[in-house]
């Protein structure tokens, strides 16, 4: 897109097109962002996905009246897409580590033993997660990362509250269960 582009509302349909995606699209796109980021652990990449995400949903706003909750429609989609997208940076992610590594060196002045400890519960603490099933990864992170509520989460994932509490219960006792083995 070449400078500013100004839209012609040609119909009331169309104003309430653009009045959803300012009342309900931009203000969740800070959430959206956290949402991507915290499954592709990349901001690029999560900017990537969100910026997918809202060109997508502007040109298919002729559309939106039909979906009943465009906010959790949203959030499905930002998970889907990032979902996808974590799949196929798993193929092109096996040259990132040294390069992380290096950053973690001079970013902090620990003792280089203490930096091993700390990336050692990190990366098992992520492993743990990586245990868990996708449903339970999902409504751990929106609670525990996003602090969503349970009803929120339910929206999200189109699942009922009861399934989220009951996902969040197992999460939690089998991230006890993993940890405890260590």
Excluded at 25 to 52: C, H, M, N, S, T
């Amino acid at each position: 897109m070449h400078g500013s582009v100004t839209f012609q509302p040609h119909d009331r349909h169309h104003i309430m097109s653009t009045d959803s995606f300012h009342t309900i699209i931009l203000p969740i796109k800070e959430k959206l962002f956290r949402l991507a980021y915290g499954i592709v652990r990349d901001r690029a990449e999560a900017e990537d996905i969100l910026q997918d995400l809202l060109l997508k949903l502007w040109s298919k706003r002729e559309e939106w009246d039909g979906i009943e909750n465009l906010e959790a429609y949203c959030y499905r989609a930002i998970k889907n897409m990032s979902l996808d997208r974590l799949a196929s940076l798993a193929v092109r992610k096996t040259d990132l580590p040294e390069q992380l590594e290096e950053q973690r060196y001079f970013v902090d002045n620990h003792s280089p033993y203490q930096e091993l400890i700390r990336k050692e519960q990190h990366t098992l603490i992520d492993n743990c997660i990586g245990e868990l099933s996708e449903n339970q990864q999902m409504v751990f992170r929106l609670r525990e990362v996003e602090e969503m509520s349970y009803r929120q989460i339910a929206e999200t994932l189109g699942i009922s509250e009861e399934l989220v509490k009951v996902s969040l219960f197992r999460a939690r006792k089998k991230l006890k269960e993993l940890l405890s083995g260590y």
